[in-house]
């Protein structure tokens, strides 16, 4: 690996800093690619001059397994574009979001070798995990955490169901663990809850290095009525989702509310059939944008019964900005996100017979239901609105460039 260039000096702040934003985008357009898309349009217009350097996989296949795997632990590529980028943009800071698997490591060197600070956003617990989501055979799974090689994830080919490609997510953990890349070359790692920072320490990260800072919504819905008459389902068909539980809190438990599936996924099928033999459930498959937020709009009650940890799902900001509470497992940082009681219900994860009762109780109650729609969009109004996101981002670029700076002059006072 490349050494950082002492030679560099670090480049102070300015009142509002250049930015080189990094982004590997996925197959599947999901929550990182959106809040990617948010933050940078946020700080220019904030005035930050912001260069934007994104990555598609569409072409992936093209590319050999070995070079793949080699390119995840270090892309020669990525360090060359990346240095001679970070030169030429004249930014105090490059931002990280997703650098697998096109962007790799190689950038945080990048980045310390042309002076800039270094800042990288967690969305879920990849450093942590080969797969991300620390979720395995229908269960939470921390058998990898605080491992220097992750090899039960290896044994059990979390990622892609192949241990060829969890061994290479596995290697590219334990090689820039050792090499202390992430304790030496990022500046600060930015947390989207209280739980994922724990987390996130518990795997071997620097807890000081960590900031919290929750995902954000753009732009201001509006508090809506909710006067549709129906519980709400929107994102990703998947297990770790807790897309069983969902449809069988319909089939056997029947709540008062009717229920709208909005996405797609791996579980469709399932989705599908269960639409066709449940009265009141409603499949509607992908949505455009603006048919999402409409259902938002007039929603009851948005329901999320994950079995992972989640990171920062998108629903529940989008929920709470239009007054909409949340019924939610109890798990990992939905319990960081949803306040029970205050802007919906928390209930144990996997239990159906609860998630129907948690909707009910809302639906039965106008007065429970109007104080938890008031809760909801007090909590937006004071968490997740695009100018205290844009204060606490701030707060973050300074403190990381406060800590490039000490760790500059920490190096030039060890080579004298």
Same mark, same amino acid.
């Given at each position: 690996?490349?050494?950082?260039?002492?030679?560099?000096?670090?480049?102070?702040?300015?009142?509002?800093?250049?930015?080189?934003?990094?982004?590997?985008?996925?197959?599947?357009?999901?929550?990182?690619?959106?809040?990617?898309?948010?933050?940078?349009?946020?700080?220019?217009?904030?005035?930050?001059?912001?260069?934007?350097?994104?990555?598609?996989?569409?072409?992936?296949?093209?590319?050999?397994?070995?070079?793949?795997?080699?390119?995840?632990?270090?892309?020669?590529?990525?360090?060359?574009?990346?240095?001679?980028?970070?030169?030429?943009?004249?930014?105090?800071?490059?931002?990280?979001?997703?650098?697998?698997?096109?962007?790799?490591?190689?950038?945080?060197?990048?980045?310390?070798?042309?002076? &800039?600070?270094?800042?990288?956003?967690?969305?879920?617990?990849?450093?942590?995990?080969?797969?991300?989501?620390?979720?395995?055979?229908?269960?939470?799974?921390?058998?990898?955490?605080?491992?220097?090689?992750?090899?039960?994830?290896?044994?059990?080919?979390?990622?892609?169901?192949?241990?060829?490609?969890?061994?290479?997510?596995?290697?590219?953990?334990?090689?820039?663990?050792?090499?202390?890349?992430?304790?030496?070359?990022?500046?600060?790692?930015?947390?989207?809850?209280?739980?994922?920072?724990?987390?996130?320490?518990?795997?071997?990260?620097?807890?000081?290095?960590?900031?919290?800072?929750?995902?954000? &919504?753009?732009?201001?819905?509006?508090?809506?009525?909710?006067?549709?008459?129906?519980?709400?389902?929107?994102?990703?068909?998947?297990?770790?989702?807790?897309?069983?539980?969902?449809?069988?809190?319909?089939?056997?438990?029947?709540?008062?509310?009717?229920?709208?599936?909005?996405?797609?996924?791996?579980?469709?099928?399932?989705?599908?059939?269960?639409?066709?033999?449940?009265?009141?459930?409603?499949?509607?498959?992908?949505?455009?944008?603006?048919?999402?937020?409409?259902?938002?709009?007039?929603?009851?009650?948005?329901?999320?019964?994950?079995?992972?940890?989640?990171?920062?799902?998108?629903?529940?900001?989008?929920?709470?900005?239009?007054?909409?509470?949340?019924?939610?497992?109890?798990?990992?940082?939905?319990?960081?996100?949803?306040?029970?009681?205050?802007?919906?219900?928390?209930?144990?994860?996997?239990?159906?017979?609860? &998630?129907?009762?948690?909707?009910?109780?809302?639906?039965?109650?106008?007065?429970?239901?109007?104080?938890?729609?008031?809760?909801?969009?007090?909590?937006?109004?004071?968490?997740?609105?695009?100018?205290?996101?844009?204060?606490?981002?701030?707060?973050?670029?300074?403190?990381?460039?406060?800590?490039?700076?000490?760790?500059?002059?920490?190096?030039?006072?060890?080579?004298?």
């Amino acid at each position: 690996m490349y050494e950082d260039a002492g030679s560099v000096a670090l480049r102070p702040m300015s009142a509002a800093p250049g930015v080189v934003v990094v982004h590997n985008h996925y197959l599947l357009p999901g929550g990182e690619d959106q809040v990617f898309a948010a933050e940078t349009a946020l700080l220019e217009r904030h005035g930050h001059p912001v260069v934007r350097h994104a990555i598609g996989n569409e072409r992936l296949e093209e590319r050999g397994r070995v070079a793949l795997a080699l390119g995840a632990v270090w892309s020669g590529t990525s360090y060359r574009s990346l240095r001679r980028l970070f030169r030429e943009s004249g930014a105090e800071v490059a931002h990280f979001h997703n650098i697998l698997p096109q962007v790799s490591p190689a950038g945080y060197y990048a980045a310390r070798a042309e002076g &800039l600070a270094v800042v990288q956003t967690l969305h879920n617990y990849r450093l942590v995990c080969p797969v991300a989501t620390m979720f395995r055979d229908g269960r939470v799974c921390e058998d990898c955490l605080g491992k220097r090689v992750a090899w039960p994830g290896i044994l059990h080919g979390c990622y892609r169901g192949s241990r060829a490609a969890t061994a290479t997510i596995a290697t590219m953990l334990a090689v820039h663990g050792a090499a202390g890349t992430w304790g030496r070359r990022v500046d600060l790692y930015l947390a989207l809850t209280e739980f994922a920072k724990r987390k996130l320490i518990d795997g071997g990260l620097p807890g000081e290095r960590i900031l919290v800072k929750p995902n954000f &919504l753009a732009d201001d819905p509006g508090a809506s009525v909710g006067s549709g008459g129906y519980a709400l389902y929107a994102g990703r068909l998947s297990p770790e989702k807790g897309i069983r539980v969902l449809l069988e809190a319909w089939e056997r438990h029947r709540p008062k509310l009717g229920l709208r599936i909005l996405g797609d996924g791996p579980m469709a099928p399932e989705v599908r059939a269960a639409a066709d033999r449940v009265p009141g459930l409603r499949w509607e498959g992908w949505q455009p944008r603006e048919a999402v937020e409409r259902a938002f709009r007039d929603a009851a009650i948005l329901v999320m019964p994950s079995l992972w940890y989640e990171g920062f799902p998108m629903t529940a900001v989008e929920a709470y900005a239009a007054g909409l509470p949340v019924v939610a497992s109890d798990i990992g940082s939905l319990a960081d996100i949803v306040v029970d009681g205050r802007t919906g219900r928390l209930v144990p994860p996997g239990d159906a017979a609860a &998630l129907a009762r948690g909707v009910d109780e809302i639906a039965e109650s106008p007065a429970l239901l109007d104080r938890l729609r008031a809760g909801a969009r007090a909590e937006y109004l004071a968490r997740y609105t695009a100018e205290r996101n844009y204060a606490l981002l701030m707060e973050a670029y300074r403190a990381a460039l406060a800590r490039a700076h000490d760790t500059r002059a920490a190096v030039r006072g060890a080579r004298r």
